[in-house]
């Protein structure tokens, strides 16, 4: 699994632009991912804040994460905005049958693919060496494209989560 989606990103958003990711509770098909980007591209085309557009990047990464950038370098983020985002991701959920706002589901890559387990099963699950410290997982907590580059696919051992498991990571 080829885990280098930063060439992808935006270069000339600034770094401090907002990230939202959001992931899905199981892939999405080669079908619907067409389908989701498209849904996403003309998302960006008309985002606006109170009229102002928002220079804005989509996409679907690894068939579970919807990520989207605001260059806030452009124009602000606000209330409005972030609204308008909600509404897109409840439509997507709404089209596809898939839930993208479930917090106790967590992603790792494991045997080179994108696996979610459910918070609860960690600790059992780093008992058995299924998962280890240096299990690569998705911290979907970032804020910015800067955390995006350097610390969405992170170690186990590296993420918040590994606070709240057994001391072994």
Same mark, same amino acid.
């Given at each position: 699994m080829d885990i280098n989606f930063q060439g992808q990103i935006p270069g000339h958003f600034n770094d401090n632009s907002r990230?939202?990711?959001? $992931? *899905?509770?199981?892939a999405f098909t080669a079908k619907e991912a067409v $389908?989701? @980007?498209?849904? +996403? !591209?003309?998302?960006t085309k008309k985002w606006k804040d109170h009229g102002?557009?928002? @220079?804005?990047? #989509?996409? +679907?990464?690894?068939?579970h994460f919807i990520v989207l950038i605001a260059? @806030? !370098?452009? #124009?602000?983020v606000g209330v409005? *905005?972030?609204? *308008?985002?909600?509404k897109l991701i409840k439509s997507i959920e709404k089209n596809? $049958?898939?839930e993208l706002f479930d917090r106790l589901?967590? #992603?790792?890559i494991i045997q080179n693919r994108v696996k979610l387990l459910p918070l609860a099963a960690l600790n059992p699950l780093i008992e058995k060496n299924f998962i280890t410290p240096d299990? +690569?997982?998705?911290?979907?907590t970032i804020l910015t494209k800067k955390e995006l580059l350097s610390n969405w696919i992170i170690p186990l051992k590296e993420s918040w989560l590994s606070k709240r498991t057994h001391d072994e990571t």
């Open positions: 990230v939202w990711v959001y $992931q *899905s509770n199981r $389908q989701v @980007e498209e849904f +996403l !591209k003309n998302f102002s557009p928002i @220079e804005g990047y #989509a996409n +679907l990464f690894f068939e260059n @806030e !370098k452009v #124009a602000r409005f *905005s972030t609204n *308008s985002i909600m596809f $049958q898939v589901m967590h #992603a790792f299990t +690569l997982y998705f911290n979907n």
